[in-house]
């Protein structure tokens, strides 16, 4: 008897999240940005065709050899439907099939291929805005949706797609060989490269909508590929290691994000008993190691920001002043309204409840449509005493919220608030009644 559907779709799964971007890498790379959607839908035919033979079939020895050989296969037949084989038969012919994936307990071991990082560096070209080199990157080499894309980006959904439309005819119109950069242009697409994966790991740690709160596999993968950047002969740099830093420091702590009754938590109500130290260790290790650097990246002030967390035994014990400090260097690089509501965070844990809500007022201008900024003011105005309007800001929030878990939270700080102010009002009516 064959495997189960379900045993097969979880295959599948873990084929398209490991293994499909090396096969679309490769394939890609034979044939060339203009023919970068037919590689797309021959990776995915391919993996259409595992889940309807494998059941019946049973499972290959390396599935990602046979996915690479049917992709292959659907890709002569198409282009040999469009008289356009000839050019590219040889090279199809010469393609290497990839190796088997690393197991579970060696997460960080595949490390990055050639053909990867030339696909990476591909849709990070120059001629795309750098809006939309993240949005290509993201859509075809990592796999995420205009929804999930638009949620990172903080953007919509119809202008995050027509970004991707724009950007895969421009490169096919330019025809450009996938291959490493001109040492003019390098930094600058490895630092796109850097944000799509930095942007990758945060759809996993904060998805973007549905019934869970996170993806642990996406943060996984994006992790993966930033310690396999850091690896790279080509890519190895201060800034890459920074970045390792921060999406393993920030890893070990997915385990404590959701209570048992499937309310987000935040960080000052997480088990820090769940946090994954050897992931904290390997960041801390990482993070030391990219101080070798002249200057200090946004990358590093990230990293450095998620080891003060990573470290502390307690909340209590915390160094909300280095905390504070990090964030107004880190203010001082990158304007985005999410920095600044950490800012306006650690400034309500130093200096108390006013000067948060305060420093709060940038983040409320520019995302007033953010269930975690709404809460943030909710909370302070809760801490000042004001609890009828932190109400107000929590039931904005949880409309705002994103996925169930995140509006369970929302819900809850609401119900404290309502409680705060019947308390409020019963205490009032009984000095009136003195």
Known sequence: MGPGASDIHADVARLARNDASRVLATLARALGPAYFQLAED???????????????????????????AVARNHLRDQLRAMRRL?????????????????????????????????LLFATCHPALSPESRVALALNCVCGLSARQIAAGLLASEASVAKRITRAKRTLAELDLEIAAPSPDDFQERLEAVRTVIFLLFNEG???????????????????????????????????????????LLTLARV????????????LDQQDRGLWDRKLVAEGVQLLARSARGATASVWHLRAEIAALHAIAPSLAETNWPALADAYERLCAIDASPIVWLGRAVVI??????????????????KLPGSGYVQAAAGRFLLDLGKPKQAALRFARARTYARTEPERRL??????????????GDRLQAARGAD
């Not at 943060?219 to 920074?242: F, G, K």
């Not at 609401?414 to 019947?422: F, G, I, Q, R, S």
Request: glycine share 4%; aromatic share 4%; hydrophobic share 45%.
């Open 410 to 423: 929302m819900e809850r700080h609401l119900k404290d608030a309502e409680a705060a102010t019947k308390r």
């Open 255 to 266: 385990p404590s994000r959701i209570a048992a009754d499937g309310v987000a938590l935040l």
């Open 86 to 118: 000839a050019p590219f038969d040889e090279a199809l012919n010469a393609l290497p099939a990839p190796a088997p994936s690393a197991e579970e307990e060696a997460r960080f071991a595949r490390e990055l291929s050639d053909d990867e990082l030339a």
């Open 348 to 365: 309500g844990k130093t200096k108390g409840p006013g000067d948060g809500l305060i420093a709060l007022r940038e983040p409320l201008r």
């Open 205 to 247: 740690y904060s998805a973007s909508s549905g019934e869970a709160l996170c993806a642990p596999e996406l943060c996984w993968e994006a992790a993966r590929l930033a310690v396999a950047l850091a690896r790279h002969p080509a890519t190895a740099s201060p800034e890459s290691d920074a970045l390792s830093a921060l999406l």
């Open 42 to 68: 021959a990776v995915q035919h391919a993996l259409l065709q595992a889940l309807r033979l494998w059941p019946h079939a049973g499972r290959p020895r390396n599935p990602a050899a046979w996915i690479f």
